[in-house]
């Protein structure tokens, strides 16, 4: 029950964890082990008198499984784009699977063995219990520590695919196992029983996040024009996801067995739909909340999660240190186990891969070395039983605090020693160091930069702002930062093509702002946002994996797995689009591209202007993609020409839709001009923005 005192400790670590953000960059230390850290000094000081309130707040498997755990693999699976995980699905799901089994029975062997040489008597099956709870690793830790050493994208999405569906077949492999251990019965039976409910867990799981997933989205669709309902139901959808998911499983039957599925593969799934078909129906500016909301959700989840864990150390059981050599032993085992896991069943990947999707070397060293442990865990040994036992136990622990124990140390062995040392590895391994792209790309933007900022010097001294000397003073300084990075530009720009890479790659930067931007006015629909995202998204992935082509404006097909199924639920059901909305849906479509390849090259030639006349490299590279982007724009507009002229009905109806999508957005613009100037009353602000809305949906009918 929640009390003064334990909402006190809540808050307090929530201040110190936000606190400790800054110190984990001075000291340059991963925050999770700070926090961490910090768990263990607040235990401690829960000791102290009018300090006891500290410890209040404890983990418990109902506060991880129903509150902290949907929080993070929401924000984790929501902004996965789902043809990157799909373009490397099998090594994904090679990883979740396979990958986890094998570590688990390679750790439970082990455990076995290692534990019988040194005088501990542990049943096979507790061992291998212990296996399946710590062969997941952790998505949050890990990916944390990635976003900061600036791993590769594709690695990281390896690793952030294998993470959250590890964790669902990590905690469906952990319950069959469990439940075996329970009932003390081990027949082949069993066995097969065992691998029947892991793949209906796993299958069933897809199923139901794809069910309540689609479902949320279909209301989101219907809310659109309020952003706080559409941004309260992406709020509902992963902790629903997970407790009905729990809840099936618990009460569903089917002939005289329980149906299982698994809570984490359904919100994994569920949010995945949400972050790459659902968000396309909310409005702009609650898609942009909805994505900083789970972001600073999950900080606070994360942060309370591993400020716990270090204090549950201070809990293990008193006869922990006389398990000091199996602890060591332990730790050892499941690193071996780890890279076993991890090297072999790679390599036979790569045997049997083209080129182009195997996994080099040196990711499968950070793959093998980066397998962090954290919340997913503590939340499976949390979910044992206290009156599991076993014929034949005397120890003065019981079964479920010696898994904690194990779990605990190696948690606290991957965070301090794994997840410290990653970043040398990565720079031993040159990992985070720029690609040719990224090193032009990023001198480019800074004389962008630069020269924006003398620009504004310029217009502050021309008003007066600032003295002649001060001026003068500041501008000869950023001339010379100017001129430095011009000559370190020079010098990677030995190679056209890469430079026409990289100008390339920014306007498809300023395309993707371009169409979120007319997907915020109205005047494009959901159906057709993700058309030219998804050709955006083509775009930029044909760069990095140098298969580009600078003319390439078209491409086949840009549906996702998810937009497949709901073209083939719309058929099922017979609503597919009538002939008017695909032709509607094909103006919109290259009228988008009109406007946006107009963007591009007003963009591009703000951008040009910053470069030096001498230094032709990068102005030939701009002349090319804007003569690009000019013919792009030039075949758009033929092809609404070529609508127009064969379907005119549909084209006056629609442009008159437009008008007054450009009016309406007009008059929002306007109304919010005035609010801010303070030139109408709250009152009368709302009644105006009513009554606007009230007319606009009138015109609609009309």
């Keep these: ?142 990916l944390a520590l990635f976003k900061e050493y600036g791993a590769p994208r594709r690695l990281s999405l390896i690793f952030e695919g294998e993470s959250i569906f590890n964790d669902g077949t990590g905690v469906a492999l952990f319950l069959v196992i469990l439940a075996i251990a329970e009932t003390g019965v081990y027949e082949s039976s069993d066995i097969l029983h065992g691998a029947i409910s892991f793949t209906g867990m796993v299958f069933g799981g897809v199923i139901f996040g794809l069910i309540f997933g689609g479902f949320f989205a279909k209301l989101i669709g219907y809310t659109r024009s309020n952003e706080f309902a559409s941004i309260t139901l992406t709020m509902v959808l992963a902790h629903t996801t997970f407790i009905c998911a729990e809840l099936f499983s618990h009460h569903i039957t089917i002939f005289g067995e329980k149906f299982l599925i698994s809570s984490i593969i359904a919100t994994a799934t569920a949010s995945l739909l949400m972050g790459n078909y659902g968000k396309y129906k909310m409005p702009v500016h609650a898609a942009e909340f909805v994505e900083k909301y789970w972001s600073q959700f999950a900080f606070l989840a994360n942060s309370l999660i591993f400020i716990m864990i270090g204090m549950l150390a201070i809990t293990l059981p008193a006869e922990a240190p006389a398990l000091l050599i199996p602890i060591v032993a332990t730790i050892f085992i499941v690193a071996i186990a780890r890279a076993l896991s991890i090297y072999p069943v790679v390599g036979m990947f790569n045997f049997f891969s083209p080129e182009e999707k195997q996994i080099p070397r040196s990711w499968q060293h950070v793959l093998s070395w980066g397998s962090l442990r954290g919340a997913l865990a503590v939340t499976m040994v949390l979910m044992i039983p206290d009156s599991l036992t076993f014929a034949g136990w005397d120890y003065s622990f019981s079964p479920k605090e010696f898994v904690l124990t194990l779990t605990v140390s190696c948690v606290f062995a991957t965070l301090f020693i794994k997840a410290t040392t990653i970043g040398v590895l990565m720079n031993k391994l040159k990992l985070n160091t720029f690609t040719k792209i990224e090193e032009i790309n990023y001198r480019e933007m800074l004389i962008y930069i630069y020269n924006a900022t003398l620009r504004k010097l310029k217009e502050l001294h ?127 479509y290259y009228r988008s591209l009109a406007i946006i390849s107009r963007k591009v090259i007003k963009e591009l030639n703000k951008l040009n202007a910053c470069f030096e006349e001498s230094f032709e490299a990068p102005h030939t590279a701009v002349h090319e993609i804007t003569s690009v982007y000019t013919l792009f724009r030039e075949g758009s507009q033929k092809k609404m020409e070529e609508i127009r002229s064969t379907n005119p009905k549909v084209f006056d109806a629609l442009d008159a839709s437009l008008a007054r999508c450009a009016l309406h957005t007009n008059e929002e613009q306007i109304l919010e001009h005035l609010k801010e100037r303070a030139m109408v009353t709250p009152k009368v602000s709302i009644s105006l923005a009513e009554y606007l809305e009230a007319q606009d949906k009138f015109n609609e009918t009309v």
């Design 1 to 142: 029950m929640l009390t003064a005192e334990s909402a006190l400790a809540l808050f307090l670590m929530l201040a110190i964890s936000s606190v400790s953000l800054f110190f984990a960059k001075r000291i340059k230390l991963p925050h999770t082990v700070l926090l961490v850290g910090i768990g263990v000094v607040l235990a401690l000081l829960s000791s102290l008198p009018h300090l006891g309130f500290l410890d209040d707040l404890t983990l418990t498997p109902e506060l991880l499984f129903f509150i902290f755990l949907p929080t993070l693999i929401f924000e984790s699976a929501y902004n996965i784009h789902i043809k990157h995980l799909t373009s490397d699905a099998l090594i994904i799901s090679i990883l979740s699977v396979v990958s986890l089994i094998v570590s688990a029975l390679l750790i439970a062997f082990g455990l076995d063995i290692v534990l019988t040489l040194v005088g501990f008597d542990i049943p096979f099956i507790l061992s291998l219990t212990f296996g399946a709870i710590i062969s997941a690793t952790d998505p949050v830790a890990v």
């Design 462 to 588: 021309e008003k007066g702002y600032i003295s002649d000397t001060a001026y003068t003073t500041l501008a000869s300084e950023q001339h010379v930062t100017i001129r430095k990075v011009f000559d370190e530009l020079k010098a990677h720009t030995s190679d056209p093509r890469v430079l026409e890479k990289v100008i390339r790659l920014y306007a498809i930067g300023i395309e993707r702002r371009s169409i979120t931007k007319l997907f915020g006015t109205h005047e494009v629909n959901e159906r057709v946002i993700r058309r030219v995202v998804a050709k955006l998204e083509y775009q930029s992935d044909a760069i990095e994996q140098n298969m580009y082509d600078a003319r390439t404006h078209e491409h086949g097909a840009s549906q996702d797995v998810f937009e497949y199924l709901a073209d083939l639920l719309r058929k099922v059901t017979g609503r597919s689009l009538t002939q008017e909305e695909r032709i509607s849906d094909d103006y919109l």
